[in-house]
């Protein structure tokens, strides 16, 4: 049984790293939502989406690419769905390259969904580590809080917070809340050593879960 956020949690909802306008709005519209326990809409279905596939490889060190860490980190996520009755849509179960068009327009098929994600990180260095949740449009702004406060609950890893970003498939997707999840860095040794366990990808799964029941449950 997942447990909801109390208002304790709330507070400590990671803040968005954005500055201007795009910022002041998004962290406006939070603590009005907040303020009035109302969010934007409804669903019953999550829409996953596992980055790249086929012969994107996405992020990779050796033989570790980010394509089937995404695939099988949303599969767990699909799974756990189905189990707490909520319809899952993947833009590809198996691994197969999708046009970031064809993405964003499964994303806007049918509303009354929620668009999530999934990818693994890199940074040329090596020294880039932990978590972050990406959304473009205010309205994805909570989805995006929750997820990321539930994955820092779940993983303990560092928190990058949430953060806004033009990545084609958060802003294409324009019918439905839409995130974009970054599940680690595979540049990074330890995090890779970790994210080749099923038990990391598994943690990443729960939370992200956790995160889309609590702002299912916050309207
Ligand atoms: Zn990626």
Redesign the pocket.
């Known amino acids: 049984m997942f447990r909801f956020p109390s208002f304790s949690t709330l507070k400590t909802l990671p803040r968005t790293k954005v500055s201007g306008n795009k910022g002041l709005i998004a962290g406006l519209c939070a603590v009005f939502f907040l303020a009035t326990g109302s969010l934007a809409q409804a669903f019953d279905t999550v829409i996953l989406d596992p980055?790249?596939g086929g012969h994107d490889r996405?992020?990779s060190i050796g033989y570790v690419f980010?394509k089937h860490l995404?695939l099988d980190t949303a599969r767990r996520v699909e799974q756990l769905l189905r189990k707490q009755g909520l319809k899952v849509v993947m833009t590809r179960s198996t691994d197969v390259f999708i046009p970031l068009g064809g993405r964003s327009a499964i994303g806007n098929r049918d509303g009354n969904a929620i668009f999530v994600s999934l990818?693994?990180?890199?940074n040329k260095s090596g020294s880039g580590h932990g978590l972050e949740t990406f959304y473009c449009h205010d309205r994805s702004y909570m989805l995006a809080g929750y997820i990321q406060a539930y994955l820092i609950q779940e993983t303990r890893l560092q928190n990058r917070g949430v953060k806004h970003a033009n990545f084609h498939v958060i802003r294409a997707t324009t019918k439905n809340p839409a995130v974009l999840v970054?599940c680690g860095f595979v540049s990074n040794s330890a995090e890779r050593t970790g994210m080749m366990t099923g038990l990391y990808r598994e943690r990443i799964a729960v939370g992200v879960v956790k995160g889309i029941l609590a702002f299912k449950q916050a309207r």
């Open positions: 980055g790249h996405g992020a980010e995404a990818h693994y990180n890199y970054e």
